[in-house]
């Protein structure tokens, strides 16, 4: 069976769709992307640019989760 690959994901916690919008664009202009992206939208980006955003995504909210866990001591 075919995935259809513009199948939209239903968010667990409402709101979090829109706030992981906002991260995943701030996370790009960090990596140098965010011109990239304003000029040619998502589809103009490489396998490799959006990995690297997503990967950093999930670095970060790793990072983030251990901080609550620890009670928010800690550096980024």
Known sequence: MARNSRRRRRSVVPGA???????????????GLN??????????MTTREVGQ????MVK???QDAEQ????????R
């Open 17 to 31: 769709e829109q706030m992981l919008d906002q991260y995943k664009y701030e996370v790009a202009s960090e990596l």
């Open 35 to 44: 011109q990239k992206i304003q000029s040619g939208g998502w589809n103009s």
């Open 53 to 56: 955003i997503g990967g950093q």
């Open 60 to 62: 970060r909210m790793i």
């Open 68 to 75: 609550q866990l620890n009670g928010g001591n800690g550096n």
